[in-house]
């Protein structure tokens, strides 16, 4: 079992549930890889197992040729809901944390051309590194927080979350209508423009302003 670490002393243990990640929810994402912007938010999932935490390594898969990273803001949902109404959507908020979403991107390309799931692409282990959580009540606007990633000291994706096409009581209000969130649930909302190849020996650093940060290597 795997469980959420916090960044303040609050010691409930929230066990990480599914984890429900967005794609194309930034339009400079959408056309640096040349796609649409989806009439509705385009889901898929990673397994528990892809989870690791800050100081962690993500680990090069043998099957992959070309990794990407993909920094995003993560929701973790803390009350059970289905069909959850946008008005409510902040009830079933526990906290938040910076991920990443780490893609074998020739695997992803070529499951594409063939009309084939995502998700040998998406869900290696290791390929899911979050920070701690930070409880909703310390972060005034989740909708206006920045996003930076460094590889090596050098800044490779810097954007705001001001900048999603939806709002998160819409994606929530929207996932809730196909699959019941139940606490620990982890949401990846997403990833704005930069993407790039990471190599082994590479160091990823990632914050979300001051509130958390995320360090972890590629072996």
Known sequence: ??????????????????IICLARTYKKHAKEMSVNIPIDPLIFLKPTSSIIFSGGSIIYPPQSHCLNHEVELGIIIGVDGKNISKEHVWEHIEGYCIGLDITARDIQTNAKK?????????????FAPISEMIGKELIKDPHNVNLLLKVNGEIRQHDNTSNMVWTIPELISYISS??????????????????NEIK????????????????????
Not at 3 to 12: C, G, M, P
Not at 115 to 122: D, E
Not at 200 to 219: F, P, Q, R, W
């Open 1 to 18: 079992m795997r469980y959420y670490q916090w960044n303040s002393k609050r010691n409930e243990k929230i066990q990480i549930g599914k």
């Open 114 to 126: 063939n009309g084939l799931p995502w998700t040998i692409a998406k869900g290696f282990d290791t």
């Open 200 to 219: 082994k020996g590479d160091i990823l650093e990632a914050t979300m302003d001051s509130y958390c940060s995320l360090h972890v290597d590629v072996i």
């Open 178 to 195: 196909i699959m019941a969130l139940e606490k620990g649930d982890l949401i990846l909302t997403g990833t704005p423009s930069g993407v």
